[in-house]
């Protein structure tokens, strides 16, 4: 096996660690690593832009829609227009929001599989 | 420009409090009434005793056009910054600046006519920076016209930043309460400003650009054409915006 062939086997293997380790989150938090990313973000950036929010994640804006429409059924989130730019919205961390990150910061570093926490944190 | 009491408004002014975020009052007519002689203006007991309680939870700012000697005077209870002359004073202004500053309001004093003062006018000089208030005038339209033929003649011309019956002569080059407050973002090491200000001057506050949203701005009153997000009706609200602040800052922790 050539040593691309190597690296692609483990970066798939890494990819599956991390589907399993979200879908683990999922059920037993209720919160995506990718919703629990965004939580994180947004926390230092209160009444963000939505477009400013996915650049600093680094995804194009429509693909956060739907994570943004979850988080806001379950009121971790606040979406409201601004008022400068009615074309705009304006998207803020709620106080519920702020406590399921808070327990899921713990529980995200207590489980996360041993491949992804050796990438993650490498010393 | 939206009420800072709406119930979106709050919902997001409460997301500031998760953060580090720098709250910074305006003095005149913000934290304190609007007086006819602004020698009189102070701070009421109650909001006096609130601003103190919030000074205990946040880092919490005072930037006024009144110079720092004259601000010190009027605040009893302790901001952990102070900036006077609009942002001249009080930050790591270094002292060629502020000579060439005293200069200059030097040489504009000794030209504004005497006769200015004879139209209810009265000059504050605040060593770096004039102030000409027009509160006391009889005539405010024939004042205004005197006054800004007199600031026509200065050399070298002022950065003239107008006010509730004031105008603001700065020299040239000195900074504006928004560059001030990005200075001390950086000082202070915070991510966000929470500013609440009234008047003509706030407006270089108020105009930053906010595509990051680094900053959330409060006028007192509502005005069409003021580039803040948000409003409260009257100046006694300072009272209510400061409780509410209290109250979430005593509810959260950082994260």
Redesign the interface.
Known sequence: MSDLEHSLLTLFQIGVSIQNFNKRLEKSLGLSLVQWCLLKR????????AH?LAKAVGVHPSTLTQTLKRLERKNYI?I?DD??DYRKK?I????SG?KI??FA?DKIINCMPKDIQSIACPR | ??PLFAK?SL??L???S????IYAFDFDGTLSKIVRVPDEAKVAPITESLISQLCKLVPVAIISGRSLEDLKKRVHFNPQFLIGNHGLEGLNANSVSLQQAEHTCRVWKSKLPKGLALAGVTIEDKIYSIAVHYRLSRKKQLARKKIQAAIANLTPAPRVIGGKSVFNLLPPGAPHKGLALLDLVQLADM??IFYVGDDDTDEDVFGMPS???QI?TVRIGEKRNSHA??YLDRQSDINKLLRTLIRYHK??AA?
């Open positions: 947004l926390i230092d950036m209160p009444a963000t832009p400013a606040f409201t008022s400068k304006l803020a961390i709620t106080r702020k990150l808070e910061n | 420009m939206t979106n919902t997001l409460e997301s500031l998760f953060t580090k975020t991510k966000h595509d990051d949203r959330m997000r948000y509810h959260g994260v």
